[in-house]
């Protein structure tokens, strides 16, 4: 599906009306819905729907847009097949603000059908006050925009004032726990306390819809609860399978796990739905651990370029499978940095560049893992203890493993795996961190079984 068109004015609501079109088709396995991610950048006016559907590697588009007619808003949409250009279906529905939110499900219904296809939707918990569902799809497209910067005060306050008006509409809930969720993971201001607080109060009202469980998965993840949510994100690929967000999460957390067959089948999931970023470098992280570099490459080059960080996350992940090879990497730095990332990216290209590293650019490597966020602050403990491992600085190396275990590490995969840190497996602390870990992967995969019973 397409972004809903709309004046300036009627802008978010748009965006965030969209989004809700697809997360109704993506709850059935009958269908593969591309999420707006993907496909906004095609969203231009002058484009043949039968190219975009080509490109996007769809069988049917689906495209319209929404006006003020007088007192309501009009909704028009239409279906086009992409392999011959005829029309399959077209609708306009008109609604009251407060409707908007139906009218979106009215929509999502009547695509399916045209497309053979029933969905089983469970019927939204009616509201009142017409504030709600503008406040909602404003604060949604929101969320959208701030990630993954972090900025999500304006979401935060916009759903916060739609919860204050419908306090147990599980939607907003779950909306307002995603971006509390994101905004504390990179500290600009969101509680994860609330962010698991309202999502599992929208999980308890609301178990049978997709949106509340991705919530909780990702709420409980950035609160280091990582087996919690393993079983949040099982639940989400059971009950929307489109969801490629929930496939992401979940093939990333079995493959730290070292199920590496599971895991895969989650990333492809994510991949062929959404052509997640996130799950194509996880997935070539997979293929680089089973030694099919070439495969591993091949993915990062699918990886959709959106910005100069983008760029440069994937030139650090190229060198980063050439350090796994034992090889130095002329990685480029092209693209303007953030500040806050610049001196960290500068040290660490000149470490696979040259293979050394001096006292500052160490202190530099350590700096970058101190963050507030234990997962992140794993995480970069990870790629700054490889890097030293790289160039030899071993003790300063398993100083950072420390770290990133201390900070609840659970990527079994790599303490097993990664060709980085061969020189310190055989250090008697090493071991011990390893069994830490492994423990805590054995939750995760048991919090996945348990989900399906």
């Keep these: 599906m397409l972004p809903l068109r709309a004046s300036d004015d009627l802008g978010d609501i748009a965006d965030g009306l969209s989004e809700e079109i697809v997360d109704r088709l993506s709850v059935t396995r009958a269908l593969r819905v591309r999420p707006l991610a993907s496909v906004r950048a095609s969203n231009h006016a002058d484009d043949d729907p039968r190219e975009l559907g080509a490109a996007l590697g769809v069988d049917v588009v689906v495209a319209g847009s929404i006006r003020r007619v007088g007192d309501v808003l009009r909704i028009a949409a239409r279906a086009i097949g992409v392999a011959d250009g005829l029309q399959l279906w077209a609708n306009r529905v008109d609604t009251k603000p407060e409707g908007l939110l139906a009218a979106g499900d009215d929509v999502a219904r009547a695509v399916a059908h045209a497309l053979t296809v029933e969905i089983d939707m469970p019927a939204r918990i009616a509201v009142a006050d017409p504030r709600v569902a503008k406040l909602y799809l404003e604060g949604k497209a929101r969320v959208r925009r701030g990630w993954p910067e972090g900025t999500m005060e304006n979401a935060i306050a916009t759903l916060e004032a739609a919860r204050r008006l419908a306090p147990d509409d599980a939607p907003v809930l779950a909306a307002i726990a995603m971006a509390h969720a994101r905004s504390a993971f990179f500290n600009t201001g969101g509680s994860l306390s609330r962010a698991r607080t309202f999502a599992e109060r929208a999980v308890a009202i609301a178990p049978a819809i997709g949106e509340p469980w991705p919530a909780l998965g990702i709420a409980t993840l950035y609160g280091s609860s990582v087996a919690d949510s393993a079983f949040a994100l099982s639940r989400a690929v059971a009950r929307a399978p489109g969801l490629g967000t929930a496939h992401s999460l979940l093939g990333a957390l079995l ?134 491992a790289f160039v030899g600085d071993h003790n300063a190396a398993l100083a950072l493993v420390e770290r990133s275990v201390d900070a609840g590490l659970q990527d079994h995969l790599w303490m097993e795996r990664c060709p980085a840190l061969a020189p310190l497996r055989t250090q008697p602390r090493f071991r011990e961190l390893a069994v830490i870990v492994a423990r805590r992967a054995d939750s995760v995969l048991a919090s996945v079984a348990k989900s399906t019973q």
């Design 255 to 388: 493959l730290e796990a070292g199920a590496v067959d599971e895991a895969l089948v989650h990333l492809d999931a994510a991949i062929a739905i959404e052509r997640s970023p996130n799950a194509l470098w996880d997935a070539a992280r997979a293929h680089m651990y089973r030694g099919r570099d070439a495969k591993a490459f091949a993915l990062l080059a699918e990886i959709p370029i959106t910005d100069a960080m983008c760029r440069v996350n994937i030139e650090k992940t190229i060198a980063r499978f050439h350090m796994w090879r034992g090889e130095r990497y002329d990685a480029s730095l092209q693209d303007p940095i953030p500040p806050y990332f610049r001196d960290y990216i500068a040290v660490a290209f000149e470490a696979h560049r040259n293979g050394t590293l001096d006292a500052v650019g160490a202190h530099v490597m350590q700096q970058m893992s101190d963050v507030p966020n234990p997962r992140l602050r794993a995480a970069r403990s990870q790629f700054a203890a490889e890097l030293l």
